[in-house]
């Protein structure tokens, strides 16, 4: 079991926004801002796509965004597109035992 | 372009050790500043963190592997190595090798990662 929750499937047509929940603890993503979250299609390598909760790494598009109210962290894409179709993990800061923790996955279907 | 390559063999037997390799190419290990960590996926399953090495060669271990694991780093040959001992069937897993730009932080670069699969 992942020490971050995330639901196991969204999914939306093309053109809608969707919202992906990661749901820790306070002692991971209710105490840290150093949230992240990947896209991760089968066979590449992942790529991230926010970090420090909300923001944007260069060249990743602006329809990804991400925030953090308690516990629970978010990542919304706006006007799906086909090729956002992929494996979604969320990511914490733990703290200086266990360091850092991950979500299960979230599988977005985009139908 | 900093990219990331995980080598190793994809099948080792129970109990022996797990041992794969990282070469970093676009960058230089040495240049400072990053932390090289190794991340595993179970099959079906999410991501877990395994550990890091500090370019100064300080490392750091997820607790519940700390036992079993070792990371060390070459930077002659700008590479950085995963050994897990005394491997089991849930050692079974995709391994990636990820760059982290701050203590604690994201993961800016990822190999594609390698399927080791631990069998007799």
């Known amino acids: 079991q992942s020490a971050l929750t995330q639901p196991a499937s969204v999914s939306g047509s093309p053109g809608q926004s969707i919202t992906i929940s990661c749901t820790g603890t306070s002692s991971d993503v209710g105490s840290y801002d150093l949230i992240s979250w990947y896209q991760h299609h089968p066979g590449k390598a992942p790529k991230l796509m926010i970090y420090?909760?909300?923001n944007r790494p260069s060249g990743v598009s602006n329809r990804f965004s991400g925030s953090k109210s308690g516990n629970t962290a978010s990542l919304t894409i706006s006007g799906l597109q086909a090729e956002d179709e992929a494996d979604y993990y969320c990511?914490?800061?733990?703290?200086?035992?266990?360091?850092?923790?991950f979500g299960g996955g979230t599988k977005l279907t985009v139908l | 372009q900093v990219q990331l390559q995980e080598s190793g063999p994809g099948l080792v037997k129970p109990s022996q050790t797990l041992s794969l390799t990282c070469t970093v190419s676009g960058g230089s290990i040495s240049s400072g500043g990053y932390y090289w960590n190794w991340i595993r996926q179970h099959p079906g399953k999410g991501l877990e963190w395994i550990g890091y090495?500090?370019?100064?060669?300080?490392?750091y271990y997820n607790p519940t592997l700390k036992s079993r694991v070792t990371i060390s780093v070459d930077t002659s040959k700008n590479q950085f190595s995963l050994k897990l001992s005394s491997v089991t069937a849930a050692d079974t897993a995709v391994y990636y090798c990820?760059?982290?730009?701050?203590?604690?932080?994201?993961?800016?670069?990822w190999g594609q990662g390698t399927l080791v699969t631990v069998s007799s």
């Open positions: 990820a760059r982290q730009k701050t203590y604690g932080g994201n993961f800016d670069y």
């Open positions: 420090e909760v909300s």
């Open positions: 990511c914490s800061y733990a703290g200086s035992s266990t360091l850092v923790v």
């Open positions: 090495i500090y370019y100064s060669g300080s490392t």
